[in-house]
């Protein structure tokens, strides 16, 4: 619960997803979603699915900004060490699909 500037709750405040997105079903459209967030934040167009974020020059605030495009595109909120430790769109979907599990 998050108080507004002038002390009242704050309405606009979203609740905590619990799941990913309806949008993308299939496994496919998630490691797709993924690899998108890489190329973007990346600025790399020939990224894939196995692409490494660090091989391909990524620094922690790189991570950072996939954190919140992760929760933005995909509604899962994931920590950046997530990210450090599975750095690639496959491996990190593998890991939220076996979390959510």
Known sequence: ???????ELDND?????LAMTTEYRSVSDRTAALTEIW????????????SDL??????????LKIVGRVYDVL???IRPREVF?????????AYIESSQA
Do not use: R
């Open 1 to 7: 619960m998050n108080l507004a500037v002038n002390g």
């Open 75 to 77: 509604g899962v909120e």
């Open 54 to 63: 660090f091989e391909n020059g990524a620094t922690s605030l790189d991570v």
């Open 39 to 50: 190329c973007e934040v990346l600025e790399e167009a020939d990224l894939d699915e196995t």
């Open 85 to 93: 430790t599975h750095t690639s769109p496959q491996s990190l979907l």
């Open 13 to 17: 405040e979203q609740e905590e997803p």
